[in-house]
């Protein structure tokens, strides 16, 4: 070793030449704070400009650079305005679309003219396109390449380019090759030898800048020995951080909860059905864990209609029993107010007060509340996010249960656990999903979690027939509706949109809502959306659920929880907008009486190939495993476990889905750090994961 071994990782990116404080806080925005961290910001991508594509040979997906000749421009005035420029190079044709032109920019395109561009390929209306490229004129002699190798394309912030990019991580580069010491190595020699991983700066160098001969298919299809050895190190950086926070968790001390047994048995006696076996299991796996001095962190899944539930309320007693508080929290309130309905159904006929807390509830009665929470008189307290701002104070908070949490992050979950702290005692946690995730998958994404799978339906369902079907029959469909509910059953229209706007999503549902209501004269036609108030939408649920409403139009607000089994039919337009999961989530809703209940998927034409695929999968299975993994397959971790917004599944490098043969070899290989080398669990996370541990630490 070296006289400074791991210097790069203290030097900060000021001693980067050009790079001054107004940079460096730049950088700072994406936690870049040393020589590593420049060092280890990985191209997201690489595109091919040492070679042109001859236009007979292009396909759409995937960036491509061409050059040919301009047959001629035109403007266009279709539905937005646009400049076509048609390109020909022998092989074939191609046109350039662009949606923002100037007049300079058009009359520079003259017939005759060659053009080299470079952008994204894909279908248009007549031939191949592509958008708003790149592009430069050529003279017909130029050197035929654009680039020797091929180029880097960083992931980046406001106000930082390409070039910048570029610029910085050559002069990283060349500080790694002049220092004596290179890159810290943390891997244990023994590991790296085993696994037959290519040295480290190596493999940053090499990815940084591939050399003119680098195996372009296996970079771009990130499988090259550089890109799998770093994401090794990667995945074994996350498991070890992981691993960190649930030793930490685990070194906490908990309130043993052995109270119970009869309040349980109680509700039980009460129920109209009987546990089926897979919630017993369930049950006894949590209520062991509460027994214990060190808090439960425990994910349960189980598919929509499982029962999670009922076997969180058993919980929740055990809990109540020994002298704790029970905080129930959903992530939307028509959820937690469903949720609230259940929970004082079954626990006050046994005399146990719930609670209820939303950002809706204010002023005199949120006082109020907030009194009976802090002297002990609420049991078990049910609402949304809201349970854990700073002024909720509970108790003796025994037992955070959490439905859905994969729309919460981390964070606010941790936020939850502090509230239990004050005592010194760390409250038990139990999550519930009904995202099914496959079971590698699993236990990379929440290895700091115990899993429990609710593997059974209740008895007495009858599946929901899928039918997937153009809204061209939209009148079909209507009718459809209106037989349904002639014969005394209900239906969901669901409404789906791109927008990320809920004002425009609501006002989307409204027009619905108000044309079948034109529709269907003598139905009663309900709307529920995320902008009505809370009591609002209790009185369109209630309404519905009494069978006051024959059809409830619905934006996704319903996706989770909501339970009317009368309900058997249900259309969701624009299905292809959603994720598997999520539609397998709204389908949930229907089949939960004994009638045959049916899902229309009711799709605008054309659907793409991958589409039509996805559809077909839902139309094809009711089991959320099997849907969750074609999920993971067309889609990728992120939307499968719904963390695509929070970013807590990043990467780097690692792709859980392209790297799944070397996952189980890093939960292997964090094992034996842990076990043997423990003084680089540390310096590997903060490598990796830098600003996220700081969650992890709390
Ligand atoms: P999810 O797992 O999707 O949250 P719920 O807890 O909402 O499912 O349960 C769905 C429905 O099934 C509810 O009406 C619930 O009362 C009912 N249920 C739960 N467990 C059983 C069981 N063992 N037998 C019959 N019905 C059950
Ligand atoms: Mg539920």
Redesign the pocket.
């Known amino acids: 070793m070296t006289a400074s071994p791991d210097e790069l990782s203290r030097l900060p990116v000021t001693v980067l030449k050009g790079v001054g404080p107004k940079s460096a806080e730049r950088l700072a925005r994406l936690d870049i704070e040393t020589v590593q961290d420049v060092l280890f910001h990985l191209p997201l991508r690489y595109q091919d400009r040492t070679r042109i594509v001859p236009m007979g040979q292009l396909h759409s997906g995937g960036e491509a650079a061409i050059e040919g000749e301009i047959e001629h421009a035109e403007i266009r005035f279709g539905r937005r305005r646009s400049l076509l420029v048609h390109l020909n190079d022998g092989s074939g044709r191609v046109i350039l679309r662009f949606f923002h032109f100037s007049a300079a920019q058009k009359n520079a395109l003259k017939p005759g003219l060659r053009l080299r561009c470079f952008g994204e390929v894909r279908n248009g209306p007549a031939c191949l396109e592509l958008v708003h490229p790149e592009y430069r004129p050529v003279a017909e002699d130029e050197a035929p390449a654009e680039a020797a190798s091929l180029t880097p394309v960083y992931p980046t912030t406001e106000g930082m380019h390409q070039l910048s990019w570029r610029d910085l991580t050559e002069k990283a580069l060349a500080m790694l090759r002049n220092s004596s010491a290179g890159l810290q190595e943390w891997l244990p020699a023994d590991l790296l030898e085993e696994y037959r991983l290519m040295p480290l700066s190596e493999a940053i160098s090499y990815l940084h800048r591939p050399p003119p001969d680098a195996p372009q298919l296996q970079l771009l299809e990130g499988q090259h020995p550089a890109q799998q050895r770093l994401a090794f190190e990667e995945l074994v950086a996350h498991q070890l951080s992981l691993r960190q926070a649930r030793q930490l968790h685990r070194s906490h001390q908990g309130p043993v909860l052995d109270g119970g047994k009869s309040l349980q048995e109680a509700l039980a006696a009460n ?6 076996t897979a ?1 017993q299991r369930v049950l006894d796996e949590i209520c062991t864990d509460m027994v214990q001095r060190q808090p439960m962190l425990r994910l349960v899944q ?10 969180a309320a058993m919980a929740a007693l055990q809990a109540v029993a020994s002298g704790y508080q029970v905080a129930l929290m959903a992530p939307t309130e028509l959820l937690a107010e ?1 949720h609230l309905k ?1 929970f004082r159904q079954w626990l006050e006929p046994l005399q146990i007060p719930v609670g209820w807390l939303s950002g809706s509830v204010k002023g005199k009665a949120r006082q109020l509340l907030l009194e009976e929470l802090h002297a002990g008189r609420t049991g078990v307290l049910v609402g949304t996010q809201a349970l854990f701002q700073e002024d909720v104070q509970y108790h003796s908070l025994g037992l955070v249960i959490v ?1 859905e949490q994969h729309r919460f992050g981390v964070h606010q979950r941790l936020a939850l656990r502090e509230k239990g702290a004050g005592s010194g005692l760390y409250p038990h946690q139990l999550i ?1 999903t ?1 995202t099914p995730i496959p079971r590698s998958l699993a236990m990379t994404a929440y290895a700091d979690l115990d899993l429990s799978v ?1 593997d059974e339906l ?3 369902r009858t599946p929901v027939t899928t039918v997937v079907v153009s809204d061209q029959r939209r009148d079909q469909i209507i009718e459809r509706v209106r037989a349904a509910c002639a014969q005394g059953r209900q239906a969901y229209w669901v409404c789906t949109l791109i927008e990320e706007s809920e004002a425009l999503q609501c006002q989307a549902a409204e027009d619905v809502a108000a044309e079948l209501q034109e529709e269907l004269q003598g139905l009663q036609v309900g709307l529920v959306h995320g902008r009505l108030s809370p009591q609002e939408k209790e009185q369109v649920m209630q309404a519905f659920k009494a069978g006051e409403i024959h059809l409830l139009v619905a934006t996704t607000v319903i996706e ?2 909501v ?1 009317v ?1 009368n309900a058997s039919l249900m259309i969701i337009e624009n299905p292809e907008r959603l994720g598997l999961s999520q539609l397998h989530q709204l389908r ?1 809703r229907v089949g ?1 009486g004994t009638v045959e209940s049916h899902c229309v998927l009711l799709y605008h034409p054309p659907l793409g190939e991958t589409a039509r695929e996805r559809l077909a999968v839902l139309r094809d299975s009711s089991d959320g495993f099997v849907i969750a993994r074609k999920d993971l397959e067309l889609r990728g971790p992120g939307e499968v476990l719904g963390v695509r917004q929070t970013g807590e599944m990043q990467f780097r490098i690692a792709d859980i889905l392209r790297d799944q043969a070397m996952l189980d070899l890093a939960r292997e290989a964090a094992d034996r750090i842990l076990a043997r080398h423990p003084e680089v669990v540390q310096p590997l996370v903060q490598r990796w994961l830098g600003r996220n541990t700081r969650y992890a630490r709390v």
């Open positions: 129920l109209p059905f009987s546990l089926t919630q189980g598919d929509v209609g499982s029962g999670k539930t009922v076997v469903q259940s439905d519930m009904a609710i209740p008895p007495g989770v929880g339970d089994p949930g939960r």
